[in-house]
């Protein structure tokens, strides 16, 4: 297996821009969570699903941000409008039972 | 999920055991510890995990206390390829129910020639 797969690398956008990061999780894998780092707030988890279905999406900042995961091999983060404090690299995991794996992540800026 | 506490940063000499404690004395009885690292710029990386009894595989071992309120995680010789932060994290895990999978400060380890 290619391991977790996330695209764009990197994505470089204007303030109020709409922005979609994609993810294709591990095949097998029923749980999938979204993080966010930043220098000032570490690895915050945004939200996770397990079997396509959003278990917490607690710690998703605002309305702005919103997640899906239309099937197991498939999910998206989506940030509309994004803003400047939105800039970090994205995270996305996939996992069965304990270990999780770590996609190469996304590095948004909103300039 | 239990909080966990680790020290911020840490050296270690080449070639020496590198110990890297942490704290978890609100731990409950099926609550997992689990050790992550993260080298720079790259995703974190699983090392290991255990419940009550020690673990060793071939990244690390895993000590934890038998009143299970602290661990730690002992790279055996360090290399300064294992330089990264450290995050111990105590995660709920069942066969049908499985918590977050928080991340704290974690603890940078430099290893040093």
């Known amino acids: 297996d290619a391991g977790v797969i996330q695209s764009p690398r990197h994505e470089v956008t204007e303030m109020g821009q709409e922005v979609t990061l994609r993810c294709k999780p591990i095949?097998?894998?029923?749980?999938l969570f979204w993080y966010r780092q930043t220098m000032m707030r570490g690895l915050e988890l945004l939200i996770y699903?397990?079997?396509?279905?959003?278990?917490?999406d607690s710690g998703m900042p605002e309305d702005r941000f919103s997640a899906k995961m239309p099937n197991a091999s498939f999910s998206t983060l989506k940030i509309q409008p994004s803003e400047p404090r939105d800039s970090a690299v994205y995270f996305c995991?996939?996992?069965?039972?304990?270990?999780?794996?770590f996609g190469q992540g996304t590095r948004l800026t909103v300039v | 999920d239990a909080k966990t506490t680790q020290p911020p940063s840490m050296d270690c000499a080449e070639g020496r055991a590198a110990n890297l404690p942490c704290n978890h004395s609100?731990?409950?009885?099926?609550?997992?510890v689990y050790w992550y690292r993260q080298i720079h710029s790259q995703g974190p990386q699983y090392i290991i995990h255990g419940l009550k009894n020690n673990e060793t595989n071939e990244m690390a071992s895993l000590i934890i206390t038998e009143d299970r309120k602290s661990s730690t995680l002992i790279l055996p010789h360090a290399t300064l390829r294992d330089t990264a932060v450290y995050y111990c994290i105590v995660r709920l895990t069942g066969s049908s129910n499985t918590g977050k999978l928080i991340f704290g400060q974690g603890t940078t380890l430099q290893v040093k020639p």
């Open positions: 995991a996939s996992s069965r039972r304990h270990e999780a794996f």
């Open positions: 095949s097998g894998h029923d749980y």
């Open positions: 699903f397990n079997n396509n279905v959003p278990i917490d």
């Open positions: 609100t731990i409950s009885g099926n609550e997992y």
